[in-house]
């Protein structure tokens, strides 16, 4: 996942309060707010397959970091509560 500098955030300052106020409550609505993103990205690029490849991979390193930092541990958690498979 690409930790951006601290002033390179500053640029999303406001989107990110906006979202800590108002988060997605479904899939749905997460859905929702990752297709705007990209949606707004591409309304700036080309269609190439270099800029599809690179959302791609966004998303992939995304689903990767989410996979890592929050379902990894829960199952570490689990298999201490309930024992190994």
């Known amino acids: ?8 955030r500053t640029n999303f300052k406001y989107l990110v309060k906006e979202i800590k106020t108002s988060p997605p409550e479904t899939a749905g609505e997460l859905q929702y707010l990752i297709a ?5 990205m591409f309304a700036n690029s080309d269609m190439r397959y270099q800029n599809c490849n690179d959302i791609l991979g966004a998303l992939n ?13 829960y199952e570490d ?3 201490f509560d309930n024992g190994d498979v």
Do not use: T
């Open 1 to 8: 996942m690409p930790y951006i500098k601290s002033e390179d």
């Open 36 to 40: 705007v993103l990209i949606k707004e």
């Open 61 to 73: 390193g995304a689903n990767l970091e989410f996979y890592r930092r929050y379902v990894a541990p």
């Open 77 to 79: 958690q689990c298999i």
